[in-house]
């Protein structure tokens, strides 16, 4: 196997294999549309380096064009030929037919994660200073209310987050409340996923509408807490002095 | 039916005899009874017209059924700002160009100056056009919203006038006088250059300042109406989007003009037709690529600017229904980035003959290094997945790849990216060429050093910003990373250059031999360009959401909703088409005159005269021609 067009194919089998299956071996399996992206940006490369020399256009077209037109394609090679055109319009039928049959599973959703918060949550500060006194408190208010589903650690892994799906954040990660601001996190805590608004649609989220049990009080020191206990910042457009 | 010396027929012929018949014949004693007789009559009438006009007065909106007022401004909107931004843009470089050309003696660049400036004019007019033809709709269809908008901006109304005249009057001078003013008058002619882009930059600013008003308001209730109205064009996002803009207009105006060069390459009939469009469309690329590296920076600058006036609108753009946009954007710049650079490359390929086989190893290295940047930059932070997929992965966010999707990784992809095709261009700069001078080596090895510490600082600053607070990021380590890949180019430039004065020709640059895909490329560039331009223009206007002016005139009309995304994708591509119908509309009537104006032993133009021992004065040279 050589030429640019089968060194194409190995590399496009080669990456599929890696990101199907070796890479679930270390960590969660890819979901079929990034896996899709990663190998159209590996087939765009391949045809980028193959084709910047007219030599290489004709050696990676070359073979399509013979095979299209079935010059030189006798024995083995006419009947591998002929084989794909009675098999790809087979394959495609079936791709076709998978996607559109009735079937029990949701649709892939793109599900807006951070919706933009409400216009009276916006700008709103901590109203308390942020003291070795109110964190502990803060803390103490976390174990108690919301631990159970984002964990002691702060991390998304309570005891009750195995009955949920999405799971709970996972505040220790820098990809959730560090990239918000406070005001932010008192919004989602205080109004829950009721009070999500319609373009975060579906609401698939669990968290309690907290304002009917807990004082705003309580959910900022909550707040303060959590960013401490998960050793982030939130985002702010002054510096601490 | 009455006919007229002109043609035209008087419809009411008819009706205004049978209404002189109800007249009847009067005294003059009886004149006062016949006037209080037609007073009594017409009051009610009075009454019912100044009812209208109250009516009139208080009227919203209206709507243009079955398209839909929002889809009209839409789309007219759309085609102004592009078209704006290509006669805007291509001034810069087309003033630029002719002092290359008055510098260095060189004809070749005067004359592309001048096929720049001739694309231009055959712009202007149409651009102008849909100008008042937006403006008819706006104040037809969204009446409210303009006498508000005129109420705060009408002493910037006044200036942009002026600025028009003046640009016209400039632009005209220019072009028509540009064969009548060379020789000891050039330097006037390029003085009137200098004008042009000086109204072009005023002609850009003032509406900018109304429609970054509506995103981010300045409401002042005191004071005279020019204090009203510089202070509501002073707001937070002016000059974010002025910088912005400004960039992109070259960006747009230099692809736009290495795709005519494109097809007029494809179309050449001879080899000195074919040289002239080849160096033109490497000028185009090269103008194009040379404003795309300083984009990202202006581009994150404004949405940092936008996230901090306002949380929820900043959230919107990057976080909430929006920001899926940003991921098409990542793809379009992605594909402009890699056709800029495939561009460069076959331009190795093709016009050195013979370094094919030396160059294909950084290519490939070069390639790898866009295509993963381009695969982090693509990766969403939320991920699209079936509920199944999203069971395993313990949510929509995947443990590993997620880090990707947060901005530390865009930024430090994106300066990558930009890097890389710095020293792409880099490279084809110093192909085919063997330097002379004895310190060449300590230098090429000193600037080898400095890309590697380069790439390294930037990927350290770009995972170090995971463990830092966001502000700590944005403010330094964002900021560090744009200004080390600055350090890169502009130390890089003229060291290169200077290198380059001394260096020994090893294969002469062969113009004319772009196989046709390299035009195919140019073109390729310039629809990508647009694309992302209708792409974020919509991106920057929907943030609004349901406001009109943000926080200050609420949206009240049948289309205060934000559309589906699939629906606005739909809209950009038709309006990038369109765009392209117009664009190749009027380079066709522009060049119309070219054809009819060729005789039989003018086929062939007059090649240009280098002088010997003259240095192509833009990197990468330009066609010479044996004596």
Redesign the interface.
Known sequence: MKGPLAKTAILLVGMYVFLKFILPLFTAPLPASLIFLYLALTFASAMIFYTMSGGGLDEFMGPVGRFLTGSGQAGIAGTARILVFVLFPLLVGWQAYTRLAPSDMPPAENRTIHPAPPGEFVGLANPYPTTPENIMMGKGLYAAFCSPCHGANFDGKGPAAVGFNPPPANFSDPGTIAQLQESYLFWRIKKGGVGLPVEAMPWKSAMPRWEVELPDEWIWKIIMGEYDGAGQSPRTWEEEE | MKRFNDGSYMKNHGIIENLKSLVPTVKPSSLFGWSVFWALVLLPALVWAQDAATQAMSVEYRDIPGVGSRNVVWVVAQQHLLLAGFVLGVPIFAWVCEIVGWKTKEARYDKLAKEFTKLLTSAYATTALFGGILLFLLIGLYPKLMAYLSDIFFPSFIVYCLLFLLETVTLYLYWYGWDAMQGNKKTFHLFLGFLLNVFALGIMIVPNAWATFQASPVVVAEGTAIDRAWAATWNPTWWPVNIHRLIANVVLGGFICGAYAGIRYLLAASQEEREHYDWMGYVGNFIGVFGMLPLPFAGYWLMREIY?Y????G??LM???L??LFILQAMLIGVLF?GAN?YF??GI??RIPGS?RGYRRP??AM??VL?VC??VW??P???????????????????????F????AKMTVANLMILVTFMSFVMYWRAGKQETAGWAKIAKSVMGALLVLAGIAVIVLGVWG???????RI?YFSVAQVLIVLFIMVTFTPLTAILMKSAKTTTEMVWGKM?I?AGYALVSNAVMVILLMSLMGYARSSSR?HWHIY?VMRDTSDYAY?PALGYAAAFMSLNTFVFCLLVAFIFWVATMGDKGKKTPDQQQPEPAKIPAGVTPALAGGSPREQD
């Open positions: 901090q306002n949380q929820q609108m959230i919107t976080g909430g229904f920001a899926w890699l495939y490359w076959m390929t093709y094919e290519i490939l390639l790898i295509m381009l695969g693509m990766t932070h939320s991920l699209v997945a079936s509920l199944e997929e999203a069971r395993k992965m313990g949510g929509t966010h995947h443990p590993l790849l997620g880090v999707g947060v901005m530390s995971y463990f830092v607070p966001a502000i700590i403010n196989p895909r959401v926080g934000s």
